[in-house]
């Protein structure tokens, strides 16, 4: 069984950067892919970025290309989230994820294991 536990949402303004982190304990971190998603009330849980499970893998979506960088740590058993150039849009409760299929994986059904999120408001 797998925890993990995000850590670093807040209000920042537009054009500003956040750092996400997601620390997992039990499990073995370095098997899973790992996946970070996001949320706002009344819509589907959306793709963010996706990275594989040696950390040199990486999926985005197209509306946080060039903006946003998923990296892990595999001796610290945590992920990241980098977000820069950030727009009101990318306002939602962001949510990691860890999933048994060690490659690169942006469907959210395809995971094993969720946080509890953390919520970012990007404010215009």
């Known amino acids: 069984q797998v925890q993990l536990v995000e850590s670093g949402g807040g209000l920042v303004q537009a054009g500003g950067s956040l750092r996400l982190a997601c620390r997992a304990s039990g499990g073995s971190f370095s098997a899973y892919a790992m996946g970070w998603f996001r949320q706002v009330p009344g819509k589907e849980r959306e793709f963010v970025a996706t990275i594989n499970w040696i950390g040199d893998a990486t999926e985005y979506a197209d509306s946080v290309k060039g903006r946003f960088t998923i990296s892990r740590e595999n001796v610290k058993k945590t992920t990241y989230l980098q977000m820069n150039s950030q727009k009101p849009e990318d306002t939602g409760a962001y949510y990691c994820?860890?999933?048994?299929?060690?490659?690169?994986?942006?469907?959210?059904?395809?995971?094993?294991?969720w946080g509890r999120g953390t919520q970012v408001t990007v404010s215009s």
């Open positions: 994820a860890a999933t048994r299929i060690i490659y690169t994986m942006p469907d959210p059904n395809k995971y094993d294991y």
